[in-house]
């Protein structure tokens, strides 16, 4: 089943990635059909009406005192500020209009065709044979590129300007493309599950409440014996840590996809540590659990714009993970330590247990969902907190025993790996 699922799901991707890619080519094509009728338009709007020979034979006569040209026609050339000569059968130019003084009045065969393709001593030409004499008519120079092709040189120069901009737009237009609809598809495909990990969980509650609501009705009926009520107490204390479970799922899946709304306000950090390490310690032997918390003067008075009740499960998740995972028999020493600098809030969390093993840490640095593990379930949302908080979160361990975590709320640091001081000031 889990196959056919995965297969499903691959098939679907790579009809997605079709899909998106048969959209940015149709895309992209428009965006060239635009280009080019862009183009077209500006070659259009251009002064590109020519002379060529057919025209000037039409209004060249031959008379008894040699070749003369159509009034009309002459002062078309002066407006266009064109050229034109006729050459015979041998090469000599019998007649001219506006010839530059530069060019001769005979040419070989060889002349003849090589301004029959290029150019004639850099001016353009464009040839017609007429009867047994060819018609010259020339542009002035850098006005037309002439190579078998042949374009204004308004054109061309426009054309150079714009052709790195073109490929460099249609790059950019096909990696836009691909990123806003691949990450519209995968933001849906994760709204989707978080939205099903909230329906679950909603739906998973209404039961456990109703398994803790009798369980602790049962805890506390003396007609059932001490054994009786024992067990009732276990399936009310299991049933609180599955409800705490599905709060820490629901919380880490907004976090981790940036739709947990904050609500921030100012919260002065020593007020909340000093009250959730209160009511740990009144809720726990003095034998089992002692708690030092070490606040600067200058610290003690800080504020933050935070969301309060996500940091008092940043400070009950430290807590909690430190009595669960301490190793040891002896009593969990923790101790929280906050102090200032440069305007900046730096508290530490540290205790007397085992520390954490290269597996934890490893965990912690990972950016991968699964590299956590359960037994840190705790510490990966106390990062995520302190994440969107726009903070800094390091974990390691002591010199002397145990791990601590240090957290820097706006700022950036850096630290020694054995003692986790802060080595360099705040920019």
Not at 127 to 154: A, C, H
Not at 283 to 294: A, F, G, P, W, Y
Not at 340 to 369: A, P, Q, T
């Amino acid at each position: 089943m889990k196959m056919r699922y995965n297969g499903r799901k691959f098939i679907r991707i790579i009809l997605y990635g079709m899909l998106v890619i048969v959209m940015i080519i149709f895309l992209v094509a428009i965006l060239n059909f635009v280009f080019l009728m862009a183009g077209a338009y500006t070659y259009a709007s251009m002064n590109c009406n020519y002379i060529y020979g057919g025209r000037v034979m039409e209004a060249l006569r031959y008379t008894e005192n040699g070749y003369t040209l159509d009034e009309e026609m002459r002062q078309k050339f002066e407006e266009l500020d064109q050229w034109a000569m006729l050459l015979d059968e041998n090469g000599q130019v019998v007649w001219s209009v506006r010839k530059p003084e530069e060019l001769g009045d005979v040419y070989t065969q060889s002349d003849i065709a090589r301004m029959t393709r290029y150019y004639l001593k850099g001016y353009p030409v464009q040839l017609r044979v007429w009867d047994d004499k060819i018609m010259v008519v020339g542009m002035q120079k850098d006005t037309v590129w002439k190579y078998n092709m042949e374009f204004p040189i308004s054109w061309m120069d426009f054309v150079k300007k714009i052709w790195l901009y073109y490929l460099l737009v249609n790059f950019v237009w096909i990696v836009v493309l691909a990123f806003v609809f691949t990450r519209r598809f995968m933001k849906n495909r994760e709204r989707a599950r978080i939205e099903w990990i909230a329906g679950v969980s909603h739906d998973i509650r209404t039961p456990l409440s109703v398994v803790m609501g009798y369980a602790d009705t049962l805890e506390h009926d003396t007609s059932l014996t001490e054994e009786a009520r024992q067990q009732a107490a276990a399936i009310r204390h299991q049933s609180t840590v599955m409800k705490e479970l599905i709060a820490d799922l629901n919380l880490t899946s907004r976090l981790e996809y940036s739709m947990q709304a904050l609500r921030k306000e100012k919260v002065r950090f020593a007020e909340v540590i000093r009250s959730t390490a209160a009511e740990f310690l009144n809720d726990t032997l003095s034998e089992e659990l002692k708690i030092d918390v070490q606040i600067e003067e200058e610290a003690e008075h800080i504020c933050v714009m935070a969301d309060r009740q996500l940091f008092v499960r940043v400070f009950r998740n430290l807590i909690n993970n430190s009595i669960k995972h301490s190793g040891q028999s002896k009593p969990v020493n923790i101790q929280i330590s906050m102090w200032k600098v440069k305007r900046k809030c730096y508290i530490r969390f540290e205790d007397n247990g085992v520390g954490y093993s290269e597996e934890i840490l490893r965990g912690l640095l990972s950016r991968k969902k699964n590299g956590a593990g359960q037994n840190i379930h705790g510490l990966e949302i106390v990062k995520k907190i302190i994440l969107a908080h726009g903070g800094k979160i390091r974990f390691g361990n002591c010199e002397k025993g145990g791990g601590y975590c240090l957290m820097v709320l706006r700022g950036e640091k850096r630290l020694d790996h054995n003692s986790g001081i802060v080595k360099a000031d705040l920019q």
